[in-house]
């Protein structure tokens, strides 16, 4: 096992991670609901179900009738087939329904946190204290562009490359935007960029880009053009971790086949703010 892997075996994890096929999430839940009587903040609990699914799930409930099977959510657009097969063992169609949280309790978890002032219980993309959410494909813009938005204290990017381009409006030019608004509500923004020995191209583009989130008073760096920074990272407020293969390029967050993942948990938010730290 290599040095850098005994020194962060979290990281190594993460890695691993992606290498594998895993379900969009991973929950501590226990029992069943039943999909026909269930309240919009019972199916929240479920994995990969947020406050818009639950509520489009119920509406097409109500409009419907009740479900006839646990495949017309995929049938009715509901959900995709990754989140149907996340759902699919806490569901059922009638009886009881016993779905409850199996972690541990709210105040354990809480205790665990920063202490982050006046920070409003997290409902990012509905994770919990130590839940990790796969991003694949163009699902990682949604979440980081809502991490952003809902970011109250602090961001930290490392990114190979931040392509704005001359295209108003896509979307990493929507993400440059919602850092410059964060910024503007007091949010403390660190951006780490490539400075590339050999391709141009990139320290073009990365150059644009640092420029415009340096005329609104954000930090921007750059690393060694001795040492290729090939991460893709982002921490929000000290418990939220991107980690994947999306640039932030319109190619990256559009069209290309990438997977990152979206983890909250303190600890490895730590210990990946302790690897960028070491970086520049």
């Known amino acids: 096992m290599s040095r850098q892997a005994i020194r962060y075996p979290a990281m190594a994890l993460l890695v691993a991670l992606l ?41 097409y409930r109500r409009q419907h009738g009740p479900f006839r099977s646990v495949d017309q959510l995929l049938s009715g657009k509901l959900i995709g087939e990754s989140a149907l097969a996340a759902v699919r063992p806490y569901l059922i169609l009638s009886g009881t329904t016993t779905l409850h949280d199996g972690s541990p309790s709210k105040g354990s978890a809480a205790r665990n946190r920063i202490p982050f002032q006046d920070l409003p219980p997290s409902r990012h993309l509905s994770l919990r204290p130590g839940e990790m959410q796969v991003l694949a494909d163009g699902n990682y813009f949604p979440a980081l562009l809502q991490g952003i938005g809902e970011a109250r ?44 020995g050999y391709d141009e191209e990139v320290n073009r583009e ?19 053009p001795e040492t290729t920074t090939h991460a893709k990272v982002v921490v929000i407020d000290g418990h939220l971790v991107f980690v994947g293969s999306h640039n932030l390029t319109q190619a990256a967050l559009t069209h290309n086949h990438e997977v990152s993942l979206l983890i909250d948990d303190i600890a490895l938010a730590r210990e990946t703010m302790d690897y960028l730290a070491t970086i520049h």
């Open 153 to 196: 204290q602090h961001i930290a990017i490392a990114m190979f490359l931040f392509k704005t381009g001359d295209t108003p409006d896509n979307r990493p030019v929507q993400l440059a935007r919602a850092l410059i608004d964060a910024r503007r509500r007091g949010v403390r923004i660190e951006v780490l960029l490539e400075k590339s």
């Open 19 to 59: 290498c594998l096929s895993a379900p969009p999430a991973t929950f501590a839940l226990d029992g069943q609901l039943n999909l026909n009587t269930a309240t919009v903040e019972q199916l929240e609990m479920l994995p990969a179900i947020g406050q818009v699914r639950a509520k489009a799930i119920s509406d």
């Open 206 to 224: 990365n150059e644009k880009t640092a420029q415009l989130l340096r005329n609104n008073r954000i930090d921007v760096r750059f690393d060694s």
